[in-house]
Each structure stands twice: as C-alpha cells, then as structure tokens.
C-alpha cells in the first residue's frame, strides 16, 4: 500500500509503478505522450503478472482450485513452469 503526500491510499504494485512513473517529468519513467513506449511498458508488466499466475498456482494450488493435486501432478507443472515459462 502505498499513502500519497495528499493522503490518498493506494493498492496493487503495477498500478503503484504506473503511478510512480508518472510523477517524473518529461516522460522519464513512464511516457504519457508516446502511446507506443506506454504500451510497451505496460505488456511488460502485464506479462511478469502472468509469470506470477504460474508460480501462484503452483505453490498456492489449494488456495486456487487445485488443491487436489498428487506429488506427481505437481512435480510435472514444476518441471513445465522451470522449462517453459
């Protein structure tokens, strides 16, 4: 969580980055006049989003739904997860 100078709250690490990013001028960290540099930006942290999806999954698999799983079922989405992603 992060408390702005003005006292507002905020949540969610990649709406924190945009933010932050935005607070320097002249486009520095987080450009608000190249759309096409914006957007890159963005599937990047998109993209490490869907990397965490993976290892959520793995490793909390009974919090998401698969907590059914047996030893063998999560060495194989380990191996993948290690080879693939």
Known sequence: MLRTPEGAEMNQSQAIIRYVGRLAEGD???PATDLVQAQLIDSILN??????????????????????????AKAKAAKTLITEV
Do not use: K, N, Q
């Not at 290892?55 to 907590?67: A, C, D, L, P, Q």
């Open 28 to 30: 520095v960290l987080y």
């Open 47 to 72: 993209a490490s989003g869907d990397l965490d999806i993976g290892i959520i999954t793995y490793r909390y698999g009974h919090r998401v739904g698969f907590g059914h799983l047996d030893d063998e």
